[in-house]
Structure formats: structure tokens, C-alpha cells
């Protein structure tokens, strides 16, 4: 059961997010927060595996509520506005995707499915400049990946292909569940605090 807390400052929002994700019979709506300080108390206290984020919200926002977040759970924004401020900033805090509210409410259920695996995703809608903003402002650390074992450079290159974890296992022979724990390695020894942000800073490994 994938456990989740929805944090919007708007009732209606938070209802309406909660009325789809308690149709799925695998995930559980654990919480809602309406500020970002709740968010980050609640999750504390009820270990989501998400967090379905707002970035405007009184008392903190959604993004300094991520980067409080980053060890606790996997956060997933969703919001109305895809500035490129907002997405930057979500994604530098360890965000693991970005959403908007206008997102269908399969692809929503999807996308908390996803992020509960591990994986990271961003709206369709904003990705190419996204990577184009990165790569035109942000150099890869090659120096870096000296830090890397040679298993674990294999899994940030299918990283960087935006392989799932058990793309990665199939790929390099191993079980999802190692996969996994190599990203996470990986992405410890890089600094970095999502697989998104791996794949933008090193395109190419």
C-alpha cells in the first residue's frame, strides 16, 4: 500500500486530489496538510512514502518543505504554475517530479506509482526547456563520478537514459531491489537528491 499526504493550501484542491487517489485500491491518502509547516510536522509523524506537494502555501512553501523533507519522503509537486523558478527550485530542493494541477487523473495516479518505486518524472510540458535551461547553465561535476564504483557508473549512464529501476535490473542482471540500492549510492556519492537531477547533470556518462 503506497501511503500518501497531500499538501495544498486550498480545500476544494486537496479534496478533489484526495477523491482520486482513494479510488486506487493501492494507495492510501494518509494526511492532508494546508501549509507547508504541516506538511513537514505530518510527514514526520506519518512517514508517507509521497508527498503530493503545492508550491504556494502560507507559512512555508512547498519548496523549502521538500528540501526539509529529503531523507523522509519522495516528493511530488503539483502545481498550477510551471515557471521556471518553481520547477528549478523544486528539482534542486530533491523533488522526485513535477506535475501540474491540470494533469489527468490517471496520469496523477501513475505518476504517484512511480515516485513510490523510486523513479522521477516531470510534465511533458516543461521538460525540453528544462534541459535545455540545465544544460546551458549547469556543467557536469565530472570529477565527480571518479567517486563511482564501475557498477555504479553503469547505473547512472540508464539513469541518465531515464530507465525505471527495473529497466536498470533487466539491463544490468540484477535484482529491482539492488538497482535500487545502487541508484541510491550512486546519487549520495554525486551529492544529488533525485534520479531527475542525475539525468539533467549527466546527460551523458
Known amino acids: ?3 500518501v499526504l497531500v ?3 486550498h480545500a476544494a484542491v486537496r479534496a478533489g486530489v484526495v477523491l482520486i487517489l482513494e479510488g486506487e485500491r493501492d494507495i492510501e491518502v494518509v494526511g492532508e496538510a494546508a501549509d507547508g509547516q504541516a506538511a513537514v510536522r505530518m510527514a514526520h509523524e506519518l512517514r508517507p512514502d509521497v508527498v503530493l506537494m503545492d508550491v504556494r502555501m502560507p507559512r512555508l512553501d512547498g519548496i523549502s518543505a521538500t528540501r ?3 531523507g523522509i519522503a519522495d516528493v511530488l509537486i503539483l502545481t498550477t504554475f510551471d515557471l521556471d ?3 528549478f527550485g523544486a528539482l534542486r530542493a530533491g523533488a522526485a517530479g513535477f506535475l501540474l494541477k491540470n494533469t489527468e487523473a490517471d496520469a496523477l495516479v501513475q505518476a504517484v506509482r512511480l515516485v513510490a518505486r523510486g523513479e522521477g518524472l516531470i510534465a ?3 521538460t525540453r526547456r528544462l534541459i535545455t535551461a540545465f544544460a546551458e547553465t549547469s556543467e557536469p561535476r565530472r570529477h565527480d563520478l571518479e567517486a563511482l564504483t564501475p557498477r555504479e557508473r553503469e547505473v547512472l549512464a540508464c539513469v541518465a537514459r531515464g530507465l525505471s529501476n527495473a529497466e536498470i535490473a533487466r539491463e544490468l542482471d540484477m535484482t529491482e531491489a539492488t538497482a535500487k540500492t ?3 549510492r550512486m546519487l549520495g556519492k554525486l551529492g544529488l537528491r533525485s534520479r ?3 539525468a539533467i547533470l549527466y546527460p551523458a556518462t
Do not use: F, G
Open 85 to 87: 523558478e518553481y520547477v
Open 182 to 184: 545502487h541508484v541510491s
Open 124 to 126: 511533458p510540458s516543461v
Open 1 to 3: 500500500m503506497i501511503k
Open 196 to 198: 531527475v537531477q542525475a
Open 7 to 9: 499538501a495544498d493550501d
Open 68 to 70: 526539509e523533507l529529503s
